[in-house]
Structure formats: structure tokens, C-alpha cells
């Protein structure tokens, strides 16, 4: 009986096993759930791993065009779902798991719980815009809560340094990831209250798809809702949002950008300084020139008022002379009376003052008669 | 911590407004309108000098066991 049964190869009895596997399709396209071990990613981009349970393992790859659609970094210890199928390796005589899609376990769970706390925070009013405090913008001290190295500390520092130089900054560092994040970064903060700071940054740096968790701590976050001064988040990206950056009295999309809000631009200040100047010059300018003016009107109001005056003064004069000129005595020589002056030029008037004989000269109109006294008689 | 922060910068910025504003008002005497160019022109000098100088200083806040 086993002499008659026909000879395959190895290779016969491989190549059917995997035919066998990878047309059955039950063992196309689905979700197994296990722990990753063994994990390595190579340069080519691809994957290797074996995902386990308690029992069993299976080796798996994920190819690099499906790695490049995966939304986190995966690690050994990782509990994960994948999406897969079956595969058998020929010359080996092995099967595989070839994944088109890994999920970490517990996302759901994750963001139920994330959900549930917000809406919880939120009824308590720790996310109230009447809340948010206005930020000092010529502040003298910023407190900043993130990680001690890396881009993020480096562009608020720069950034702070560039536009507001006059403040000073106080690093209070601390793990921005990872299980001992929410503790340290807790620490770093209520160690930030201590200090008189007009403003507290924190945040993070990162890509996308770095691990943001640790922000939405809930003991973290009452303490940034009940900060002693106001604070600056930024940790969340444009899309996603963490409870940190809701309970902050500001939040900025990047680190940057928090140092954007949490100071004036010097250039602002130099400009404003610039147009002051000129516009308190030109009150100046304009009160000299309203003064002036006031001046000038006044010269000629003063000048007007004098020749006015010198006028009518002139006329009183006149009025004067003409009154005078009147009542002269040489007017009465063209009614055709005449004057009598001794020789003397004493005027003679009365008739005692002349006898016969006297020399005595007349005034009258147009001349003067010059006789002697011939007979004096007394009226 | 500030010790030597004595001029409040955001007061001295808040006066120069109140000082433009002022100033243009017609009433005021040529004594009283150099008066405050005067002022507003120290506070832009003073302002303008603490920005050249100030250096931020940097602490780290390190050791919270």
C-alpha cells in the first residue's frame, strides 16, 4: 500500500499547500488581532513581524506601498488588529500573513474615552470662552512646559528672542510622550505657578502622527484650566485638537506661533514709535502755525485800530483848525473891519491911547496903511 | 525677577497713545503742547533704548524630582 501511492517532490507538496491556502477564501482579506514580536522595519520600507497570542504565532510582512498608508509607527508589545491574507513562502514550506492594514487595538476605546472626557470637562465649563484670559503682550516673564530638546523649545526661544527681547524665559522641561508624560508634564506645571510669569507656554513639536495622548490627561488639563496665569497651548496640529489646547486661554497651531501670541513684534512697536513722532511733530508744526496766524491777524487788527484812530484824530484837528481858523482875527479884516497898532506894534484899543500927531499903522484886508493922527475925538 | 524691568513698557506705550491724542487738541497753550512732546519724545527714546538693550535672559528650570 505505500509503495503503490505516488511520489511527489517537496516542492510538488509546497506549491499545493499553497494553492490550497491562497485560494481558500476564508483566509482572504481578514482581521486578526494579536501582539507584534520580532518587529523590524527594513530600508526597502517593508515590514517584518509576527503577531502572537498566548498560544500561536505566524510570521507577517506589510509590503511598503501599504506601510505608507499606515497612521502610526508600530513596535514590539504593540496589540493590533490587521487586515490580511494568507500566504505561503514556497521554498520554505511556510505560511505568512501578507497585511494590507494595521490598526492599534483599543483606538475605538481610546477615542470613546477622549470623547467622554471632553463632554464631562466641557459641562464643567473648563472650555468657556468667558474663561479665556486676554494675553499680555509686553510680557516680562514666559514660563514654557516642553520637552528640553528639539525644534519646538528652539523656535519659542527664537522666536521670543526676535520679536520681544525684554521678556525673559523660564524652560520648565518635561516628557512630552510616553507613559511618564502626563506626571512629569503635571510637575512641570504647577512648578510653573510658582513663578510670577504674565504667561505660560505649552506644547509640543511633531509630525502628525506623533503620540499626543499625554495632552489629554485629565488631571493635566483641570490643572491648565485653573492656572494661576494665563496659558498658551501648542500642542494640537491643524486638525486634531487635545483637551489642552481647549482649556487654554489661547492655543496656537504650532510652537512658533504660540510665541507669536504671547508677544508684540518689536517691528510694530519701532513703527508705532515712528508715526508718533511725526504725528506729535506735526501738532506741534500745526499749533506754531495756528499761532502765527493768531499773530498776524492780530498785527493787522492793531494796525487798523491805530490809523482808524490817527484818522479820526486828524479829523478832530481839522474840525479844530477850521473852528479856530473861524474865529481869527484876520478874519474879521474881510468883513472889513481893520486893526490899529501904534508904532510900537501895540494894538491900540481904546481911544485914550492915541493922540494927535502919533505915528500909527492899519491892518486891513490885503495890506497894511501906515498915517499919522490928524484929530482924535472921544465918543 | 524683574528688577530692572522699572519702566512698565506696556504703560509707557499707553501713555504715548494718550500723549498723540492729546496733543492735537486745539485749546492747548505752546507751553503746554512742548510740554507734551517733550514727554512723549522721552518715552520713545526710553522705550526704544530698553529694546536695543534687552537681551532675554533664558533659565532652565531643571531638577523637579
Given at each position: 500500500m505505500f509503495e503503490t501511492s505516488p511520489v511527489f517532490t517537496v516542492s510538488d507538496v509546497n506549491t499545493f499547500i499553497k494553492a490550497i491556502l491562497t485560494s481558500e477564501e476564508k483566509l482572504k482579506f481578514i482581521r486578526i488581532r494579536g501582539e507584534i514580536s520580532n518587529f523590524k522595519a527594513y530600508p526597502s520600507g517593508h515590514f517584518y513581524f509576527s503577531l502572537k497570542d498566548d498560544n500561536s504565532i505566524i510570521s507577517a510582512v506589510m509590503f511598503s506601498n501599504y506601510v505608507k498608508k499606515c497612521t502610526f509607527s508600530p513596535k514590539t508589545g504593540d496589540e493590533v488588529v490587521v487586515l490580511a491574507s494568507i500566504d505561503a513562502y514556497v521554498p520554505r514550506g511556510s505560511y505568512n500573513l501578507t497585511v494590507f492594514e494595521m490598526e492599534e487595538v483599543g483606538q475605538g476605546q481610546i477615542l470613546l474615552e477622549f470623547e467622554k472626557l471632553k463632554k464631562k470637562l466641557a459641562a464643567e465649563g473648563?472650555?468657556?470662552?468667558?474663561?479665556k484670559r486676554k494675553i499680555?503682550?509686553?510680557?516680562?516673564a514666559i514660563g514654557v512646559i516642553t520637552a528640553?530638546?528639539?525644534?519646538a523649545i528652539r523656535d519659542i526661544v527664537t522666536n521670543i528672542k526676535r520679536r520681544y527681547p525684554i521678556a525673559d524665559i523660564y524652560v520648565f522641561p518635561?516628557?512630552?510622550?510616553?507613559?511618564q508624560a502626563p506626571a512629569e508634564l503635571l510637575k512641570a506645571f504647577n512648578k510653573a505657578q510658582e513663578y510670577d510669569l504674565d504667561t505660560l507656554i505649552i506644547g509640543r513639536g511633531g509630525?502628525?502622527?506623533?503620540?499626543?495622548?499625554?495632552?489629554?490627561d485629565e488631571n493635566l488639563v483641570r490643572a491648565v484650566a485653573n492656572s494661576k496665569m494665563p496659558v498658551i497651548a501648542a500642542v494640537g496640529h491643524e486638525i486634531d485638537s487635545t483637551l489642552v489646547d481647549f482649556a487654554a486661554d489661547a492655543r496656537a497651531s504650532t510652537p512658533t506661533g504660540a510665541a507669536e501670541l504671547a508677544t508684540v513684534d518689536r517691528r510694530e512697536i519701532e513703527q508705532k514709535f515712528h508715526y508718533s513722532l511725526e504725528d506729535m511733530s506735526n501738532s506741534l508744526k500745526e499749533k506754531v502755525s495756528d499761532m502765527k496766524e493768531d499773530l498776524s491777524s492780530l498785527k493787522e487788527d492793531l494796525n487798523e485800530y491805530m490809523n482808524d484812530f490817527i484818522k479820526d484824530k486828524k479829523n478832530e484837528l481839522k474840525s479844530y483848525h477850521d473852528r479856530l481858523e473861524a474865529l481869527s482875527?484876520?478874519?474879521?479884516l474881510d468883513r472889513g473891519f481893520s486893526i490899529t497898532m501904534d508904532k510900537d506894534g501895540?494894538?491900540?484899543?481904546?481911544?485914550?491911547?492915541v493922540k494927535k500927531s502919533d505915528s500909527v499903522t492899519t491892518i486891513i484886508k490885503g495890506g497894511t496903511i501906515i498915517s499919522t493922527v490928524d484929530k482924535v475925538e472921544e465918543r | 525677577m524683574s528688577e530692572n524691568k522699572n519702566l512698565d513698557f506696556k504703560k509707557g506705550i499707553d501713555r504715548l497713545e494718550e500723549i498723540v491724542n492729546l496733543i492735537s487738541?486745539?485749546?492747548?497753550?505752546l507751553d503746554e503742547s512742548l510740554k507734551l512732546y517733550e514727554e512723549g519724545h522721552k518715552i520713545i527714546e526710553e522705550l526704544s533704548k530698553e529694546l536695543e538693550l534687552a537681551e532675554s535672559k533664558i533659565e532652565n528650570i531643571v531638577a523637579i524630582k
Open positions: 473648563l472650555f468657556d470662552e468667558s474663561r499680555n503682550i509686553f510680557p516680562k528640553p530638546n528639539g525644534a518635561s516628557l512630552v510622550q510616553g507613559e509630525g502628525a502622527s506623533e503620540d499626543l495622548s499625554a495632552f489629554n482875527p484876520m478874519k474879521v501895540n494894538v491900540i484899543s481904546d481911544i485914550k491911547n | 487738541n486745539k485749546t492747548l497753550t
